[in-house]
């Protein structure tokens, strides 16, 4: 089967940076849109940054100017870069990704278990 994994969150004081990994794996053939999405405590799940195999990019109007998406294809991960983090981007960090897997080819919606993210002095 295919797994998300997510890696690089942590404690981290206002105004500063850290960056987030999410390595797929498995059975996989190709690996189309990924992107990442955010929990805040008493919050719906919400789109930070989205980008696609061609490497395409949008992102929230919250985190414009400051987040960075970007891919590896060849290693099938994708990075957020945060710079200027605020205590408004604490939350659990989800990666999510539609991958064709092996031998279906068959497109599915895959989620990894989230990274934690906390932003505070």
């Known amino acids: 089967q295919v797994q998300l994994v997510e890696s690089g969150g942590g404690l981290v004081q206002p105004g500063g940076s850290l960056r987030l990994s999410c390595a797929a794996s498995?059975?996989?053939?190709?690996?189309?849109?990924m992107g990442w999405y955010r929990q805040a405590p008493g919050k719906e799940r919400e789109l930070v940054a989205i980008?696609?195999?061609?490497?395409?990019?949008n992102y929230a109007d919250s985190v414009k100017g400051r987040f960075t998406i970007s891919r590896e294809n060849a290693k099938n991960t994708v990075y957020l870069q945060m710079n200027s983090l605020k205590p408004e981007d604490t939350a659990v960090y989800y990666c999510?990704?539609?991958?064709?897997?092996?031998?279906?080819?068959?497109?599915?919606?895959?989620w990894g278990k989230g990274t934690l993210v906390t932003v505070s002095s």
């Open positions: 980008i696609t195999r061609a490497s395409s990019t």
């Open positions: 999510n990704a539609y991958i064709a897997g092996t031998p279906s080819l068959r497109v599915m919606n895959y």
């Open positions: 498995g059975r996989i053939f190709s690996i189309n849109d």
